[in-house]
C-alpha cells in the first residue's frame, strides 16, 4: 500500500506567520548618561518590551510615564489609616452610647453624653481642617 501525499492534509506547527512581519533592524549607540536616560524613560513608561517603547517613540505613538510621587502616595496612606481610625471612633461611638444607658442611671448617662458630645464636636473640628488641608494640598502640589 503506498501513501500518497498529495490527499493528505499539511500539518502545521507553531504560529502563523506574520503578513506584513518586521524585518528590518537597526542599531544606535548610547554614552553610559544618554543609556541611563534611555533606561529611566523606559522605566517611567511602564512599557516593558524596549523595542516597542522605541517603536511608539519613533512613531509619535502615546508614551504614559508615570511618576510617582512618594510624599503624595505617603500623605495618601496616612489619610487612609486616618479615615480608618475615624470609622473606629464611630464603632466605639456607639457602644459607649450604648452601654451608658444599659449601666448607668439617666442623670449619670445624660453627664457622659454630654462629655461625649464635647469630644465629638472636637472631632468634627478636627477632620474639617483635615479636608481643608487635603484640598490646600491637592491644588498646590497635585498634578491634574
Given at each position: 500500500m503506498t501513501h500518497d501525499i498529495s490527499n493528505k492534509k499539511k500539518k502545521t506547527?507553531?504560529?502563523k506567520p506574520k503578513i506584513n512581519r518586521s524585518k528590518y533592524r537597526y542599531t544606535v549607540n548610547l554614552n553610559d548618561e544618554e543609556n541611563d536616560k534611555f533606561h529611566l524613560l523606559i522605566q517611567q513608561s511602564g512599557v516593558e518590551n524596549i523595542s516597542r517603547f522605541i517603536h511608539h517613540a519613533l512613531f509619535g505613538k502615546e508614551i504614559k510615564v508615570i511618576k510617582v510621587d512618594k510624599a503624595t502616595m505617603d500623605y495618601y496612606v496616612r489619610l487612609t489609616n486616618f479615615y480608618h481610625q475615624f470609622q473606629a471612633i464611630g464603632n466605639n461611638y456607639n457602644q459607649t452610647v450604648k452601654a451608658l444607658k444599659t449601666n448607668f442611671s439617666?442623670?449619670?448617662?445624660?453627664?457622659?453624653?454630654y462629655k461625649l458630645e464635647k469630644t465629638t464636636l472636637e472631632l468634627i473640628v478636627l477632620s474639617k481642617k483635615i479636608i481643608e488641608l487635603t484640598k490646600e494640598y491637592e491644588v498646590k502640589w497635585l498634578q491634574r
Open positions: 506547527v507553531g504560529r439617666e442623670k449619670r448617662a445624660l453627664a457622659l453624653l
